[in-house]
């Protein structure tokens, strides 16, 4: 039985006859209007020398009137301003630091002769006196400005912290419930918090003497802060009879550093205060202060129980405490002058900027007006061309090219590159030459375009002709098929053939497809 193959199926497709192309073909570009006028006019300048004009004269003017110097000075008034209060707050914290430090000698004192009560009477009367002083000291805080640092707000919310932890701090040791070399370091964590802020003092003033008597003051409270560890740790030694290892250590790094930070402050202080500080800090508890520690660090380094240092005084301890704490308060007195010149000088910088900032202020208020007139003249130059060069491409990019891209490829073969019109700017600066270099890129896009066009259309037309050969090809296969299953008995053969018939078919469709 033959199978029967719809005709339908084998009927060809439209034939359209393939189109030749010839080389593609321009439309002539339409001339750039001409610049015109005298190269010395103000819209022919080059954009460089209309940006220096733009910027030279006004700078110029603002230098002789020091219109620069107005914005600086206010800021830098504000800056004083904070750094005189960063001052005050550091005199303030100076004075708390130095009572705080007898109270942790004191305290240290206490807890190692077992807590007698004579040494509590001054424990608690030095606790009095730090109450005092805390109570100012809180209200500077409160009042920081907030406009302060970073750095600044971090350390006074450090203090605030420990300041808090005073009265808790007290209570452990009066319970007995921390130990003494713990309660004497807790108390250095706290000395320690309060003179982080001296760090930020003449940081960024940019004022040489302010920066060096800054530094001055915070080598000569470290020092001073260190003499007082040695006075708390060899008062305990003494009571005990021996050194403890760590109190040695901590000891011995006191000792040291106190040194290091005496030549620091020698080295930065100015000269009134070197002097001062050399007819401060000297005298007979001064040599009997070091003879003392001398003689201490010599009977450790021999392994001798410390023992009476001074065999003509009962309590060695309290000869090197009060030795000590009048050396300590030697180097107060310079630390106190140094401290409150420093805020002097923070003070007369304020008011210096601030009057510095106001005369600029009028000079320039004087002048801003010619200033403005003569910068709007050249800006207009610059913005009027500026504006139209950018309608203009906005238009081109947003509307004329896509369109003209779109007629092209609608046309095909027949399409003819259309005439461009340039931009209306007709300047010899760079803003004309980017213009005509605009033109330029409209132009080989337009051009490019109709380029595209001939290309896909004539790719179409090449599938188109190659179909059709592959088409006439396969139809006279299909009819060489159909003589064949007319004649063919054996099934199978025939139904092979059925087979071969399906597949020329679904290969004549595709070719119609193509």
């Known amino acids: 039985m033959r199978k029967d193959t719809p005709r339908s199926d084998r009927d060809p497709a439209d034939r359209v006859p393939p189109t030749s192309h010839g080389p593609a073909s321009s439309a002539p570009a339409t001339p750039a209007p001409e610049a015109g006028g005298s190269r010395f006019r103000l819209q022919n300048w080059r954009v460089r020398s209309r940006l220096v004009a733009l910027i030279l004269l006004p700078t110029a003017v603002a230098v002789l009137v020091t219109g620069i110097q107005l914005a600086v000075s206010i800021a830098t008034s504000v800056q004083y301003s904070r750094l005189a209060e960063v001052a005050r707050l550091v005199e303030q914290l100076g004075t708390f630091s130095h009572e705080v430090a007898k109270e942790r000698d004191l305290t240290s004192w206490y807890l190692a002769e077992r807590r007698r009560p004579a040494r509590l009477r001054q424990v608690e009367a030095q606790q009095d006196a730090v109450d005092k002083i805390k109570g100012q000291v809180t209200e500077l805080l409160v009042g920081l400005d907030d406009s302060q640092g970073q750095r600044v707000r971090a350390k006074v919310w450090e203090i605030e912290r420990w300041l808090n932890g005073l009265p808790g701090l007290r209570k452990l040791v009066a319970e007995g419930k921390i130990p003494p070399n713990k309660a004497f370091e807790t108390y250095t964590e706290l000395l320690d918090s309060l003179r982080s802020l001296h760090r930020e003092l003449g940081r960024d003033s940019g004022d040489d003497r302010l920066f060096g008597d800054s530094s001055a003051l915070e080598a000569l409270t470290t020092a001073k802060e260190q003499l007082s560890i040695q006075r708390g740790l060899l008062t305990v030694a003494l009571v005990e009879g021996k050194f403890d290892y760590d109190y040695l250590t901590d000891f011995l790094a006191a000792y040291h550093r106190q040194d290091a930070e005496v030549e620091v402050f020698l080295s930065e202080a100015a000269e009134a205060y070197i ?39 009962r309590n060695n301890a309290a000869l090197w405490f009060e030795s000590s704490s009048d050396v300590i308060e030697r180097m107060r007195t310079v630390e106190r002058q140094l401290s409150a010149d420093v805020v002097r000088q923070s003070l007369a910088l304020q008011a210096s900027e601030q009057q510095q900032a106001l005369v600029s202020g009028i000079g320039i208020l004087v002048l801003l007006l010619l200033v403005l007139f003569v910068t709007s003249r050249v800006a207009t130059s610059l913005v009027r061309p500026l504006r139209r060069l950018r309608s203009e491409a906005l238009e081109i990019a947003g509307h004329r090219l896509p369109e003209t891209v779109q007629r092209l490829r609608e046309a ?19 803003i004309g030459e980017v213009a005509r270099a605009f033109d330029e890129v409209h132009r080989e896009a337009v051009r490019l375009a109709g380029d595209e066009a001939r290309l896909r259309s004539n790719i179409s037309a090449m599938f188109v002709n190659l179909s059709r050969r592959t088409q006439t090809l396969v139809e006279r296969q299909i009819q060489l098929i159909d003589g064949l299953e007319q004649g063919e008995q054996d099934e199978a053969r025939l139904a092979d053939l059925f087979k071969l018939d399906h597949l020329a078919t679904r290969m004549r469709r595709n070719s119609e497809n193509l």
């Open 412 to 430: 095909g073969d027949n399409a003819a590159t259309p005439e461009i019109v340039p931009i209306s700017v007709a300047s010899r600066d760079e």
């Open 275 to 313: 002097n001062l500080y050399v007819s401060t800090v000297r005298g007979e508890k001064v040599d009997q202060t070091e003879w003392m520690r001398s003689l201490a660090l010599k009977r450790v380094q021999e392994n001798v129980p410390l023992g009476q240092l001074d065999s003509t005084v």
